[in-house]
């Protein structure tokens, strides 16, 4: 199976900073099928990101994703105070689809 | 508004079994494949297991092989997941989650918590 390994694991920043998140993939994502999702405590995740770079239905074009093959990329241009969240990545183009660990987006 | 509402979790001893529902809303429940996934407390997403749109195949991950069967009731816009020798290491929040139209899981259910506790 691919293992999605995200860094870092904690992201500490402000309000109004740019939050760029990596998810590496031991192995390359078929037809870059690569979804970001966010969760907040309590909540269950939220689809941000599909296809590695096209933006969910309702998602801030505050967020973008990029990348192909094995590296990918979850940038957050401007953090409001709802962004301060989890953060995974998830690929489903083999199968068994597999999730990283997560990144922690909190206030600095 | 496309909703999923899951229920049936609770606390249930090691070796018993539970039935998890997830009940479809605001979509053509039959065109779409489904899916399982459950995170432990203060851990990660881990996929269990999905159906295609008519129920005739499905996949599981290795960890629930055998214990677990997902079926889908399209007459009744509900998917379920029947829990059987379950073990201290299935209890979880489980989510429901739709395939999405475009990629990626979307929406997901708001969870039921299973705990597997003597």
């Known amino acids: 199976e691919i293992v999605l390994t995200q860094s870092p694991g904690t992201l500490s920043l402000s309000p109004g900073e740019r939050a760029t998140l990596s998810c590496r993939a031991s192995?390359?994502?078929?037809?870059?099928?690569l979804a970001w999702y966010q969760q907040k405590p309590g909540q269950a995740p939220r689809l941000l990101i599909y296809g590695a770079s096209s933006r969910a239905t309702g998602i801030p074009d505050r967020f973008s994703g990029s990348g192909s093959g094995t590296d990918f990329t979850l940038t957050i241009s401007r953090l409001e105070p709802e962004d301060f969240a989890v953060y995974y990545c998830h690929q489903y183009g083999n199968s068994p689809g597999t999730f990283g660990q997560g990144t922690k987006v909190e206030i600095k | 508004e496309v909703q999923l509402v899951e229920s049936g979790g609770g606390l249930v001893q090691p070796g018993g079994s539970l039935r998890l529902s997830c009940a479809a809303s605001g979509f053509t429940f039959n065109t779409y494949w489904m899916h399982w996934v459950r995170q432990a407390p203060g851990k990660g997403l881990v996929w269990v297991s999905h159906i295609n749109s008519d129920g005739s195949s499905t996949n599981y991950a290795d960890s629930v092989k055998g214990r677990f069967t997902i079926s889908r009731d399209n007459a009744k816009n509900t998917l379920y997941l029947q829990m059987n020798s379950l073990r201290s290491e299935d209890t979880a929040v489980y989510y429901c989650?739709?395939?999405?139209?475009?990629?990626?899981?979307?929406?997901w259910g708001q969870g039921t918590l299973v705990t597997v506790s003597s």
């Open positions: 989650a739709r395939n999405g139209s475009r990629g990626g899981f979307d929406p």
């Open positions: 192995q390359s994502v078929i037809s870059s099928y």
